[in-house]
């Protein structure tokens, strides 16, 4: 499939106008439930309800940004370099990545040479923890990373978990075109 690439650096102003009323990879679990069913009830009507808002008022709405979502945007910045150096890739940032109808979107955190796109999470130190003994995709950021692929028609995603002075978790994600 075709999609466009809007260069506007993520969580910009530019960014948040960019994907208001478009369903994004980071939102899915709005709409589907970690076994990939479709939900129904009132998160699936409330974040329908925001999107409508955002696509009739041409802006997305105001929204929480925690201290530790902060610090992990910053230290994506220190694992990205990590990971390129790691294993010898060069990524492209990005900043949102729109389906050729532009219903639907995602932010990767970067695409690796046009055939993977790489999703990192740097949490605190025991979610981190938490990730590496479990060696997985995290079931709250699996929905994410298929979304990803299927915003971008890539085969193959990276989720990575970053934390300073940890090994880093790297698990390797096909395309599940059932999902």
């Known amino acids: 499939p075709q999609v466009k690439i809007h260069p506007a650096q993520q969580h910009s102003l530019e960014w948040l106008q960019a994907r208001a009323g478009v369903v994004t990879a980071s939102e899915f679990d709005n709409i589907m439930t970690p076994d990939?069913?479709?939900?129904?009830g009132e998160m699936r009507q409330s974040y329908m309800c925001q999107k409508l808002a955002e696509?009739?008022?041409?802006?997305?709405?105001?929204?929480?940004?925690?201290?530790?979502?902060?610090?992990?945007?910053?230290?994506?910045?220190?694992?990205?370099?990590?990971?390129e150096i790691e294993h010898n890739?060069?990524?492209q940032r990005v900043g949102l990545v729109l389906t050729d109808d532009g219903r639907f979107g995602a932010s990767p955190d970067g695409l690796i040479e046009q055939r993977a796109g790489i999703e990192i999470k740097c949490?605190?130190?025991?979610?981190?923890?938490?990730?590496?003994?479990?060696?997985?995709?995290?079931?709250?950021?699996?929905?994410?990373?298929?979304?990803?692929?299927?915003?971008?028609?890539?085969?193959?995603?990276?989720?990575?978990?970053?934390?300073?002075?940890?090994?880093?978790?790297?698990?390797?994600?096909?395309?599940?075109?059932?999902?």
Not at 132 to 157: C, I, N, Y
């Open 36 to 40: 990939f069913e479709a939900r129904t």
């Open 55 to 83: 696509r009739w008022t041409g802006g997305s709405l105001p929204g929480f940004q925690s201290i530790d979502m902060e610090i992990g945007q910053i230290l994506e910045n220190e694992a990205i370099p990590s990971f």
């Open 89 to 91: 890739v060069k990524i």
């Open 123 to 179: 949490g605190r130190p025991d979610t981190h923890v938490r990730y590496l003994l479990g060696r997985s995709v995290p079931d709250e950021h699996l929905l994410q990373v298929q979304g990803g692929m299927f915003a971008t028609g890539l085969k193959e995603w990276v989720f990575m978990s970053y934390c300073r002075r940890m090994p880093p978790l790297i698990v390797r994600v096909d395309r599940d075109d059932e999902i």
